[in-house]
């Protein structure tokens, strides 16, 4: 059974800061890659931002380059996203998705909620 626990958000005013943090644990869990996804309200869910474990290759989406930063801490199997300069738009429900190695599934956290306020 694997787990994926994010923490962090929470309500922050553009312009601010807030680090996300997501955590995956389990028996057979060895990560190929872990990465971050939002929902804004009424839409759907969109890619944020990646990273690969072997060689630790990241990709962003457009909408956050120069704002946001992935990274990770390899042997807890937990990734971070710091979001900079936060705007109204980045207001979403945010998951982390778990990507096991070998086994070609995924896994997802329950999402955390970040609202910018204006």
């Known amino acids: 059974q694997v787990q994926v626990v994010e923490s962090g958000g929470g309500l922050v005013q553009a312009g601010g800061s807030l680090r996300l943090s997501c955590s995956a644990s389990?028996?057979?869990?060895?990560?190929?890659?872990m990465g971050w996804f939002r929902q804004p309200p009424g839409k759907e869910r969109e890619h944020v931002a990646t990273?690969?474990?072997?060689?630790?290759?990241?990709y962003y989406a457009d909408s956050v380059k120069g704002r946001f930063t992935i990274s990770r801490e390899k042997s807890r199997n937990t990734v971070y996203l710091q979001m900079n300069n936060l705007k109204p738009e980045d207001t979403a429900v945010y998951y982390c998705k778990a990507s096991r190695a070998g086994w070609g599934d995924d896994y997802w956290g329950q999402g955390t909620q970040v609202t910018v306020s204006s």
């Open positions: 389990g028996r057979t869990f060895s990560a190929s890659a």
């Open positions: 990273m690969r474990w072997s060689g630790g290759s990241t």
